[in-house]
Each structure stands twice: as C-alpha cells, then as structure tokens.
C-alpha cells in the first residue's frame, strides 16, 4: 500500500504511518496539482489539510485510491460526489482542535474583560496607567453561548468553573441535556437581552451569516462584550463596529473575520477590539492532535475496514448503494427542508419508511435523514456515521418504524420533529428518473421537485394571495421556475412552495411577510 502526505502534516501523525510494514509513505509538503496529478494514480491514500484540492479530475485518475483523510474540519477542498461515485471514503477530525479553540476564546474573554493588551502596550510604552484599565470580573457574570457543540459545551464548563451564568441558544440541544450540563436554554433573543458577555460556537452557514447585525445589537444589553473564534461573517462588523463607536458594545475580541487577512477593516482602529490571525485550533496539541487522529483513522479502514469520521459512506456493497443512494439523498434532503422551517427546541425526530422500503437496508438511509437534519447546526461537523452520535449527546430521540402505508408511491419516506412548541412533519419519495420528490408537508398534500432553492409560503386561502406572491417576486427580478400549492379548505389556510431560479433579497423577503394574508414565509436550498 501506497500513502500520500500533503500540506506539512505534523510529525507524530507522519511516524505512526511510517512504522506500518509493507507500506509505502511519501511526503509532499507542498505539492503542485500538476504533480498530484501524476502521483495520485499509485496512491491507496492521501492526506490532506487546507492547501491541496481533490477535484474530479485527481479522482479520475486514482485508480487505486480507497481513502482522503482531512487533517481537520473542513472539507470543501475535496469533491465528495467525485469521491462518492468512485468508491473512495473521504473522513475528517471533528473534534481534534475543540480544546484549543475552546480555550483561545475563554483566553479572548479574560484579555477583554481586564484590558490586557491595551495594558500590556502601555507598560511597554514606559506608562503606569492603573485607573485607565480597570476591568471587569467574569464571577456572577452572565455569558451567552451562540452554539453548543463540541466547542461551545467545553466554553460552558469552563465558563461555569469560573462560576458564571450561561445562557445558550441552540435548537439543537434539548432541555435534558442543558440540564445536565448545568446551562440555561434560552430563546436567541432572550440571550442577547440578559448576557453581559456572548461567544460565538456556530459554523457559518446561509442562516447564521450577519447573525449579530444591527437588529441583534440593539437588543443586547449596554456595555456587552463580544467574542468570535468561530468563522467570519457570523458577525456583521459594520454594524460591530457602530455598536461600539455607540458606546453599546465595549469591546469585542475576534480571532476570525469576514476577509482574512483583514485589509483596511476599520475594527481593527478601535481600542476597544482585539483582534487575533485566526489562532482557534492553533496549538501544538491542537495540531498534533489532528495528524495522529487522522493517521489512525486512516489505518483502520486500510487494513481492518473500520470507518471513524467519514464525510460520505461509499464502503457499502454496489448492489446496496444502487437502490439505497437515491432515497439516502431523499432523507437528507428531507432532513435539510425540516430543520429550517421547524419551530422551538427539538425534543424527537420521527423516520417512518413506506412501501417497499421496508424490504431495504435502512440503516444508512436514517443516517442521511439524520445528517440532512443537523447540516445547518453543524456544517461540516456532522456527517453519515457520526449524526446518529451528535443527536444522542444533544438528547434528542430519534425513533424509527415502518410501514405498508405508502400513499400509492413505491416508498415513502416520512420525518417529523417534534419540539417544546408542536411537530412539523414533511415526505417525499423517490420516483423512477430518480427525481426526489416532497410529497407532503404537515397536512398539506403537495408534490414537487425536492431540489434548489424554494420559498414556502404559508397563507390564508383568500383570493388575491398567489397574484399578490409573483407580483412581488417579479418586481424583485426573482424568476419563478415552479409552483405548487395545496390548502386544507376547513382550517382556510393553503401553503405555496415556489421554485426559484436565484436567491431572494431581503427587501423581497419582507414585502411578502407584510402582506396581511401571508403567515409565514420560509426560504429554502435543499
């Protein structure tokens, strides 16, 4: 066997390959794709960190390539559909830099809350400025954490160490679990209400971008303080930086920003922030950590077929993947539409399988649903074989059944979540093309392609409302590609699930949630 190592990996994790009989090892710490190219064609496996892309032409010519290993999170370096279509088992480390990413933001809220780089320069600039620099106890203090995942739980034990309150806001995480961590689940606005300090735990995604804007900062409390080891753009620093020009934010410390390095950002201006080169996972257990978790990983599938961490799950048999595939992209997708329209705190999610489904290898399936369901809580974070780990530590129940009952569809898949404020409900199945298809949503029968970008759209079932929706899509220069709607004429309401070609602006977003006849509207990718 052959391994490939890219991207400067760190020598502990180098060794442990290097002391396997029979198996070949080359270091490449920088490598050209023209050379990776040429190389990659006797490679059984390859690591990789952020620099070197695996692409569709790479995977073409791997012939013998059985496993991408990540030296950490990310993964948008590698083409997983590529790598999925031929076989090849794409794993990361989730989990290996928690520590020190943890750790980097509580060391960001001690410097902010007693002035130590503002203290340190003045000393160093021949000053003896005590009174200019007092600063703030965290003891009692009130700390809101945005996220409460691996490194959010670890930020809320410390935090609680020092004897803070900890606020969280995740949806993510049920009330027994908060409990148990010994942490208040909170509504996002309550958190920015009541915390005098609020750090940042979510990956970015399309929902969290701009997550603390204007809006967010005019809620929060005088004199709050900000921290952000997470990712930029999470954080709208125009609106940051007015907050503190406005004197409603006194400081924030940042390790990650919207353009890194960050040219001409004004922030960096201001005393009031401190500003780290994005240092979060930057340790040297940290980076240890990753290359010896990634080299074992790798290890155990090439010689005992063990999968740890794995982003997709091709080591199934081929006669398995070609009638599971398609109804495992159908329950991710499925998963992806609930979990951003569901309401409340997640307390269940209900798979139900229909028809002939019954009869498959279900398992990877409710993985995929599962997955789909976390993807925009936890971004890279989650994938097909930890989902099932990540739901049972947030303390949500997943349950399973099936049925004959498939509403006159071959197979049915259906989920619904319940939570602290009801249950929403959506099922799709896969017809013969195969073409994902939603099939219902809560009570509402409704039938359309599961794929690109949607609005859903609530509304009370009164004549006007669906020449009132593409009206304003068009004065917004929104194409529609589809629409389907369904009503239940008892209740008087009906639902609208639009296709569009690109996404909708914000201004489109609200002139249709102001109309009197609309309930709700809810943008959907899938």
Not at 62 to 82: Q, Y
Request: hydrophobic share 45%.
């Amino acid at each position: 066997m052959r391994v490939l190592i890219c991207d400067g990996l760190r020598q502990q994790g180098v060794k442990i390959f290097q002391k396997v009989k029979n198996l070949e090892v080359e270091v490449r710490e920088k490598i050209e794709p023209e050379e990776l190219l040429d190389v990659i064609p006797g490679c059984d496996g390859v690591v990789i960190r952020s620099r070197t892309k695996i692409g569709r032409e790479v995977l073409e010519r791997a012939s013998r390539l059985r496993v991408i290993g990540r030296a950490g999170i990310g993964v948008d370096n590698i083409d997983i559909e590529a790598a999925t279509q031929r076989g090849v088992l794409v794993m990361n480390t989730p989990g290996a830099n928690a520590v020190a990413a943890a750790e980097h933001a509580m060391a960001l809220m001690l410097a902010l809350a007693r002035h130590i780089p503002r203290a340190d320069e003045s000393v160093r600039a021949g000053k003896w400025e005590k009174k200019k620099f007092v600063g703030t106890e965290l003891y009692n203090q009130t700390l809101g954490i945005i996220g409460l995942g691996r490194i959010g739980s670890i930020v809320a034990n410390r935090a609680l160490g020092m004897r803070m309150r900890v606020l969280v806001f995740d949806p993510y995480v049920s009330e027994d679990v908060a409990a148990k961590l010994g942490v208040e689940l909170v509504s996002q606005r309550k958190l920015f209400r009541e915390s005098q300090f609020i750090t940042i735990h979510t990956p970015f995604t399309k929902e969290t971008e701009g997550l603390l804007d204007e809006a967010a900062f005019t809620m929060m409390k005088r004199g709050v303080r900000i921290i952000n080891c997470a990712r930029g753009g999470i954080i709208d620093e125009s609106a940051l930086y007015e907050a503190i020009k406005k004197k409603k934010v006194a400081g924030a410390a940042l390790d990650v920003f919207s353009q890194e390095p960050p040219v001409n950002n004004p922030l960096l201006t201001l005393p009031q922030v401190i500003a780290t080169p994005h240092l979060g996972a930057s340790s040297e257990q940290a980076q240890k950590n990753v290359a010896v978790a990634i080299a074992e990983q790798m290890l155990d599938y090439l010689q005992n077929g063990l999968i740890r961490n794995a982003v997709n799950m091709p080591s199934m048999s081929r006669k398995m993947i070609e009638q599971i595939q398609p109804y495992m992209r159908l329950a991710e997708r499925l998963g992806r539409l609930l979990s951003m329209y569901f309401q409340g705190n997640v307390r269940h999610l209900k798979i139900s399988y229909g028809g002939d489904l019954r009869e498959l290898e279900l398992a990877p399936v409710t993985n995929a649903a599962q997955k789909g369901f976390l993807e925009r809580a936890l971004a890279d974070e989650v994938n097909l074989v930890n989902a099932p780990v990540i739901m049972r530590n947030r303390g949500i129940q997943v349950e399973v059944a099936t049925t004959s009952e498939a509403r006159g569809y071959a197979g049915l898949v259906t989920l619904a979540v319940v939570t602290d404020k009801g249950q929403s409900r959506v099922a799709g199945t896969v017809f013969p093309t195969p073409e994902c298809r939603i099939v219902g949503i809560d009570d509402y029968r409704v039938e359309a392609s599961l794929e690109g970008r949607m609005l859903l759209i609530s509304n009370y079932d009164r004549p006007g409302v669906i020449g009132f929706i593409g009206t304003t899509l068009g004065d917004h220069q929104v194409n529609i590609a589809d629409m389907h709607l369904s009503r239940i004429r008892s209740k008087g309401t009906a639902i609208c699930l639009v296709t569009i070609d690109h996404p909708v602006t914000s201004a489109a977003l609200q002139a249709l949630k102001e109309y009197e006849d609309i309930i709700g509207v809810t943008e959907i990718e899938v």
